[in-house]
């Protein structure tokens, strides 16, 4: 199994708190993913990282920010969360060869009260 | 912008049968790979077969055989001899060398299989 950890696992949190979700490998993959997943939608990608400090938005990004300072470490900062980010949270990672998939964490499940 | 289409919400099939879930993907790009992921209820994400666009042969893991249509942007995965263990959520994705391999998935066929 890819060596991808997520934590934590659950949290439930107020409307307006900040919060950071933390996405640790030990594969030393240059790519990294955040990916939310909410019934009906599948899974829709956040932000992603293509090397230390190389971050580029997906297509729900409001709201959210990342940062990579390192390459095992990829953060999920929600500045002051909502209701609507409720979800469940995935962190993949993937290597440079062309063919490689991606490899997903075990998922955080964020509540926003 | 790539999307992918699952027209499927919900699929069920017996024991030891065989299931075909569809999807159907829209690109203009040439060079690109396509997955099927299983979610069980433990909520993983586990790849279960990937084809690369490029290659023309049907790929297979075991059980489960896909079907690619490249002209008519079709991917198919078969499942056959169905288990217990196969209950999941299944998604389709895609991704391509152009879009810093970023995955866009279906919306998901939730299989139910029944003893």
């Known amino acids: 199994d890819a060596g991808i950890t997520q934590s934590p696992r659950h949290k439930v949190t107020e409307t307006g708190t900040p919060v950071t979700l933390r996405c640790h490998q030990t594969?030393?993959?240059?790519?990294m993913y955040w990916y939310r997943q909410d019934p009906g939608h599948g899974l829709r990608l956040i932000h992603y990282s293509y090397g230390v400090k190389d971050t580029d938005k997906g297509e729900v990004s409001d709201g959210y920010s990342v940062s990579r300072s390192k390459t095992e470490d990829f953060l999920l900062t929600l500045e002051s969360a909502t209701s609507s980010q409720t979800s469940v949270y995935f962190c993949?990672?993937?290597?440079?060869?062309?063919?490689?998939?991606?490899?997903f964490g075990d998922g955080t499940r964020l509540s926003i009260l | 912008a790539q999307t992918v289409t699952q027209s499927q919400p919900e699929m069920s099939v017996q024991e030891a049968e065989t299931v075909t879930l569809s999807c159907t993907y829209d690109?203009?790009?040439?060079?690109?790979?396509l997955f099927w992921y299983k979610q069980p209820p433990s909520r993983q994400m586990i790849l279960v077969i990937r084809q690369e666009a490029y290659k023309q042969q049907n790929a297979t893991e075991n059980r489960f055989s896909v079907n690619f249509q490249k002209a008519a942007k079709s991917f198919s995965l078969k499942i056959s001899d169905s288990q217990l263990g196969d209950a999941a959520m299944y998604f389709c994705?895609?991704?391509?060398?152009?879009?810093?391999?970023?995955?866009?998935f279906g919306k998901g066929t939730l299989l139910t299989v029944n003893p």
């Open positions: 594969e030393n993959h240059r790519y």
């Open positions: 993949a990672i993937r290597g440079d060869s062309s063919n490689q998939p991606q490899h």
């Open positions: 690109t203009s790009e040439s060079d690109y790979y």
């Open positions: 994705a895609y991704f391509s060398g152009g879009s810093n391999y970023k995955l866009t």
